[in-house]
């Protein structure tokens, strides 16, 4: 375990979770080099990124799936029902962009995922786009990762949480889950972006999720979108 330095504090503090010390490293040299970047932490199983979490706060943990003692998708988990690190995110990390842990990841509070060999530009963006409170939605990875095991499912579980949206609601979940911004779903249903933005946040709300990458999953899981339906 490494432990950032002073002024840490003014930065985004992130822990990195790897269990191959030269991953963490590769990713620790890019991520430093970025003025308001800070790593803080590092952990070579889920259960040590679990403790850092909690001793350190970051704002962001970057998580491998496989990994000893505690694997990346109990470690998620665990995170993201600690109500202590509410703040705290988690950017999964994977080796392939169609691995079926990833959904699970993504289910059990995970604001988005990189496979390990993105470009150092794009590692940093997506740090900073979960940091900010965003979810890390491809549309082009992401609605192929859902819809290939939401698929799976033969018939959508009850969904009463979905009988609180409103029909204009049920349309914005329908658009965050084809991977849309605020800004492209002002545009398709003619609003403006602060009023997408307020029904983005009433259906974070009434649904009790942390971020657009849960909706992505419920909406799927729900039946309220199947795949293909998004091109």
Request: hydrophobic letters at 45%; a negative charge.
């Amino acid at each position: 375990m490494n432990r950032g330095d002073g002024g840490a504090s003014a930065a985004t503090r992130l822990i990195l979770a790897d269990d191959q010390t030269l991953v963490r490293a590769g990713f620790r040299s890019i991520l430093d080099d970025e003025a308001e970047l800070s790593v803080v932490g590092e952990a070579g199983d889920g259960a040590e990124a679990v403790r850092l979490a909690r001793s350190e706060r970051p704002s962001v943990v970057l998580m491998d799936i496989r990994m000893p003692v505690l694997d990346g998708l109990e470690a998620t988990r665990r995170i993201a029902a600690d109500e202590r690190l509410h703040g705290v995110k988690v950017l999964i990390l994977t080796m392939f962009d169609l691995d079926e842990y990833v959904y699970g990841a993504l289910k059990a509070g995970a604001s988005g995922f990189l496979v390990k060999d993105t470009e150092p530009m794009e590692l940093i963006h997506g740090v900073r786009v979960v940091a900010r409170g965003d979810a890390l939605l491809a549309p082009s990875v992401t609605r192929r990762l859902i819809g290939e095991f939401a698929g799976r499912i033969k018939e959508p579980p009850p969904a009463p949480l979905l009988n609180s949206l409103t029909e204009r609601e049920r349309e914005v979940l329908v658009a965050v889950a084809a991977g849309l911004s605020n800004e492209e779903i002002a545009g398709r249903l003619v609003v403006s972006p602060a009023t997408a933005k307020t029904h983005v946040s009433r259906v974070l709300t009434k649904l009790g999720a942390r971020d657009r990458a849960q909706l992505v999953v419920l909406a799927y899981e729900a039946g309220l979108v199947k795949p293909g339906w998004l091109g």
